[in-house]
């Protein structure tokens, strides 16, 4: 157990509809950061934050936003929700940035867009 | 563009074979190059390289780094069935991690 959390494990939901996918870090970790894992990709970096700032942004889509909160929890909105949006959500956490350190991943959220 | 490319896509091996796992990185601003295996949900943890030269090692697994040449190897040897899995090699910037899109390793009895 790596000690971040996330949920839901399972969603499914319709194309157009809007879906959270919720991370708590592990405890002491600052930093969050959200990845999109498809069938025949690897881990897509969608977006970091920092201590409740987005600290850097990488290939997310305009119909996803996050943010991270004062007790440092993160939440991913998707929404008008695409077959293509189907995929594997994962969220990692690290103590720190600017310093060696490791990723801590949570055990994803599967989502399925029918 | 910062990237991470690995090699094999994917392998099938016999239990007992070894095997070499390779990650080259393309980076402006280059930390740390680190380790992950997959089994069915979350990455997990492997390795953690800053230094050329210099090998981790747990277990029958290996790896190294060589900053000349912008690449790592992870080794396995007397591999097991327990060892399959996708091994994924990042990159760490001081900021996010890039991670290639992984090496499918299948062990076969």
């Known amino acids: 157990d790596s000690g971040v959390t996330q949920t839901p494990k399972h969603l499914i939901t319709a194309t157009g509809q809007r879906v959270t996918l919720r991370c708590s870090p592990r405890s002491g970790d600052l930093s969050v950061y959200w990845y999109q894992q498809s069938l025949d990709q690897g881990l897509q970096f969608l977006i970091q934050y920092y201590n409740g700032e987005e600290r850097a942004k990488g290939n997310i889509l305009e119909r996803f936003s996050a943010q991270q909160f004062p007790d440092l929890h993160s939440e991913l909105n998707l929404s008008s929700l695409e077959l293509g949006d189907s995929a594997l959500y994962f969220c990692a956490s690290s103590v720190v940035v600017d310093r060696n350190t490791e990723a801590f991943f949570g055990q994803g959220t599967r989502l399925t867009v029918v | 563009e910062d990237k991470v490319v690995q090699s094999p896509l994917s392998l099938v091996v016999h239990e007992g074979d070894t095997v070499t796992l390779n990650c080259s990185y393309e980076?402006?601003?280059?930390?740390?190059l680190l380790w992950y295996k997959q089994e069915k949900k979350a990455p997990t943890f492997l390795f953690m390289l800053?230094?050329?030269?210099i090998e981790k090692k747990s277990g029958r697994l290996s790896s190294i780094l060589d900053k000349k040449e912008l690449s790592s190897i992870l080794n396995i040897t007397a591999t097991q069935t327990g060892d399959s899995a996708i091994y994924l090699c990042a990159m760490y910037t001081g900021n996010q991690f890039y991670f290639g899109t992984g090496t499918s390793l299948t062990v076969i009895p």
């Open positions: 980076v402006t601003n280059f930390r740390s």
């Open positions: 800053t230094s050329s030269g």
